[in-house]
């Protein structure tokens, strides 16, 4: 049973493009969350989707950032312009039903901005 | 926001048993309290979670105090490969998991 898979594990982009990144979630999971985690610090909650369904976008960026769930595929987390605060390690976990549940992560993205 | 306290350090001789404390004063009646570690830069691993009563799993215990206010993560015997980051988290009915900075546990040969 394969775990929760991310791509690409390192990413280097340019201030000013896109960045997008990418988690299948465990097989039957149909519960993801985005985190991020900024040098030295702990993780942020970012975002929690459901598919096709935005459950809650609190600790999303209001710009720039946005996330996606789609029925077919796996879920996107997708940065427009860059910039170098964004970088960062971005996980994304997965869980069978809702809140209240453990979440099974990924083994993370690595965004770097240059 | 994080609901938790821990220490932000401490070591364990290997072989020894690793008490890692968290406080959660504010914890609602209906909240879990979940405990995860992160392996250097590894995503974070699910080592256990509980309610009310203490619980205990291949990896780990957890002791919740009667009301509810801390618990404490027991590794019954640490290895050198348990020196990680570990997280105490309250999860809040209908939102998300917060992680805070955790207790960063270094276990010593």
């Known amino acids: 049973n394969a775990g929760v898979m991310q791509n690409p594990r390192h990413l280097v982009r340019r201030r000013g493009q896109e960045a997008r990144l990418r988690c299948s979630p465990m097989?039957?999971?149909?519960?993801v969350y985005w985190y991020r985690q900024l040098p030295e610090e702990g993780l942020k909650f970012m975002v929690y989707l459901q598919k096709e369904n935005i459950i809650d976008e609190s600790g999303m960026p209001k710009e720039r950032f946005s996330a996606e769930f789609p029925k077919e595929g796996p879920s996107i987390l997708r940065i427009q312009q860059v910039v170098r605060g964004d970088s960062a390690a971005y996980f994304c976990?997965?869980?069978?039903?809702?809140?209240?549940?453990?979440?099974?992560f990924g083994p993370g993205t690595r965004l770097t901005v240059t | 926001d994080v609901k938790t306290t821990q220490p932000p350090s401490m070591d364990c001789a290997e072989g020894r048993a690793a008490n890692l404390p968290c406080n959660h004063s504010t914890i609602s009646g209906n909240e879990y309290v979940y405990w995860y570690r992160q392996i250097h830069s590894q995503g974070p691993q699910y080592i256990i979670h509980?309610?009310?009563n203490n619980e205990t799993n291949e990896m780990a215990s957890l002791i919740i105090t009667e009301d509810r206010k801390s618990s404490t993560l027991i590794l019954p015997h640490a290895t050198l490969r348990d020196t990680a980051v570990y997280y105490c988290i309250v999860s809040p009915t209908g939102n998300q998991f917060y992680f805070g900075t955790g207790t960063s546990l270094t276990v010593i040969p």
């Open positions: 976990a997965s869980s069978p039903l809702g809140l209240d549940y453990e979440q099974y």
């Open positions: 097989k039957g999971h149909s519960h």
């Open positions: 509980g309610l009310k």
